[in-house]
């Protein structure tokens, strides 16, 4: 029995312990529709191209949206990862942060569930927030 809970506990370490990538997930999960980053004046020039709005403006938006009156960082950057973790794979039009405009062009992103993993969901949130920390989309 010890050694079954032994090993379950290396199994649960080691499964927990792989790093995951974000920008990578980012790269095989969500680029084929959002652009990483990109000047506002050139989205606005090529919005009937664009799938969905720039990484960019997604995070500068939520970055606006979520935000509580605790001065720290820290609980504003916690905050926003657990929003785009569990939206990710729960989208809807009541918790879209968007402008109506992007949503009308857009609409609400297609549901992630069963294709992306709650370690790939934690790591492009840290990366979306990380990434685009003190650039702005103008």
């Known amino acids: 029995m010890l050694k079954k ?7 649960v ?3 927990f312990a792989q790093e995951v990538d974000g920008y990578k997930v980012y790269k095989d999960k969500c680029s084929s529709c959002h652009v990483e980053i990109m000047k506002k004046e050139d989205a606005l020039k090529n919005l009937k191209k664009l ?8 995070s500068n938006r939520l970055k606006e949206n979520i935000q509580t009156t605790d ?3 820290d609980v504003n950057r916690h905050l926003f990862i657990l929003f785009v973790k569990d ?4 989208p809807t039009l009541d918790y879209s942060m968007c402008h109506s405009g992007a949503l ?4 609400t992103m297609p549901s992630l ?3 992306i993993s709650l370690a790939e969901r934690q790591a492009v949130a840290e990366w979306l927030y990380d990434r685009y920390e003190g650039i702005e989309f103008k």
């Open 87 to 90: 939206y990710i794979v729960n």
């Open 71 to 73: 001065e720290e960082d």
């Open 113 to 115: 569930k069963g294709k």
């Open 5 to 11: 809970i032994a090993l379950l506990l290396l199994l």
């Open 13 to 15: 370490s080691v499964t």
């Open 51 to 58: 799938k969905a709005p720039p990484m960019i403006e997604v």
């Open 104 to 107: 009308q062009l857009f609409g």
